[in-house]
């Protein structure tokens, strides 16, 4: 069965930086993107970007340039996000999801499946 | 950024109801909408694409219907296990959007 098995709950300083593993499983990691998402009480769910796992080409939200780096190991069907320069702000659980997926004449831009969450707590 | 407006935020509702959820896009989506269930503490776990086609394993009483700007969820015969938020998403263009949510509760 398909699942994406993410890295644990990260408590980082202020200025810091944190790298977030999102490991698939169940299906052909190449043949589908990984996106990644931010989930706060506030500004809710908001979308940071994906990255197409078979080339490594990325898309993001203009709101999370220079924010997020969005990366994949083939080699361990892995996604990685590295998240910069963390404040308060940056604080929230992050979500990967197995998506979009793109093929000659099919898009899908819906998530079938998610990781379980990764926290991410900023604080001094 | 095309802007989902969710509405309501809350609903009660006694068990057995029907209950429907709102979703209005800030331009045309053409029908790429997806809407989502989450419990406290859980992962979104997705209902509908496409507007109105049902998930694999999603029960039949949630439905989806709606086009170009104006969206609903439908949920027939309120179950205890319906308690959850629900999300809208459009996926017509990036970056891709949610709604607020919808938090639904059983009276």
């Known amino acids: 069965q398909v699942q994406l098995q993410q890295s644990g709950a990260e408590l980082a300083k202020p200025g810091s930086s944190v790298k977030i593993s999102c490991k698939a499983s169940?299906?052909?990691?190449?043949?589908?993107?990984i996106s990644w998402i931010k989930q706060t009480t506030g500004q809710g769910l908001e979308y940071i970007g994906y990255?197409?796992?078979?080339?490594?080409?990325?898309n993001y939200n203009e709101k999370f340039k220079g924010k997020a780096t969005l990366t994949v190991d083939k080699s361990s069907s892995t996604a990685f996000m590295q998240l910069s320069s963390l404040t308060p702000d940056d604080s929230a659980v992050y979500y990967c999801?197995?998506?979009?997926?793109?093929?000659?004449?099919?898009?899908?831009?819906?998530?079938?499946?998610w990781g379980q969450g990764t926290l991410v707590t900023v604080s001094s | 950024d095309i802007r989902m407006t969710q509405s309501p935020a809350s609903l009660s509702a006694s068990l057995g109801e029907t209950v429907n959820i709102e979703c209005l896009a800030s331009?045309?989506?053409?029908?790429?909408l997806a809407w989502y269930q989450q419990k406290p503490g859980k992962s979104p776990q997705l209902l509908i694409y496409?507007?109105?086609s049902l998930q694999n394993g999603v029960p039949s009483r949630f439905s989806g219907s709606g086009s170009g700007t104006q969206y609903s969820l439908k949920i027939n015969s309120l179950q205890s296990e319906d308690v959850a938020t629900y999300f809208c998403?459009?996926?017509?263009?990036?970056?891709?959007?949610f709604g607020s949510g919808t938090k639904l509760e059983i009276k």
């Open positions: 999801a197995r998506g979009p997926y793109y093929s000659s004449y099919i898009y899908e831009g819906w998530f079938a499946y």
């Open positions: 169940g299906y052909t990691f190449t043949s589908y993107y």
């Open positions: 990255i197409n796992t078979g080339s490594g080409g990325t």
């Open positions: 331009e045309d989506i053409y029908s790429d």
């Open positions: 496409n507007a109105n």
């Open positions: 998403q459009q996926y017509n263009n990036y970056p891709l959007t």
